[in-house]
């Protein structure tokens, strides 16, 4: 399985930027389609973002689009969550996931390689 770790995460006002990174290794990162997700404390973990292998597609859940971009560069086995005009409502630990055999991009797949999350917090 690939192995991904997360980074970026903080402490940001409403209104504010921040942008996380999920770096991948232990595999070719090109095969593998990328999202990210959200979990708020006492909720469920929800879809955020998806990005295709090659980064021609591209999901997002409707509470966060216009807001937020997910991107991703092959050549540094990264994939990038740009989030801006944070809402109190976006805190929450940020995951990133990975699945080598999602080639049309849902809500609602299962993946199958996941980090261990960071920690986004905005304040208001």
């Known amino acids: 399985q690939v192995q991904l770790v997360e980074s970026g995460g903080g402490l940001v006002q409403a209104g504010g930027s921040l942008r996380l990174s999920c770096a991948a290794s232990?595999?070719?990162?090109?095969?593998?389609?990328m999202g990210w997700f959200r979990q708020a404390p006492g909720k469920r973990r929800e879809f955020v973002a998806a990005i295709s292998r090659s980064g021609g597609s591209t999901l997002y859940a409707d509470s966060v689009k216009g807001r937020f971009t997910i991107s991703r560069d092959n050549a540094k086995n990264t994939v990038y969550l740009q989030m801006n005009t944070l809402k109190p409502e976006d805190t929450a630990v940020y995951y990133c996931?990975?699945?080598?055999?999602?080639?049309?991009?849902?809500?609602?797949?299962?993946?199958?390689?996941w980090g261990r999350g960071t920690q986004v917090t905005v304040s208001s």
């Open positions: 232990g595999r070719t990162f090109s095969n593998y389609a």
């Open positions: 996931a990975a699945d080598r055999t999602i080639v049309v991009l849902t809500t609602t797949q299962t993946w199958g390689s």
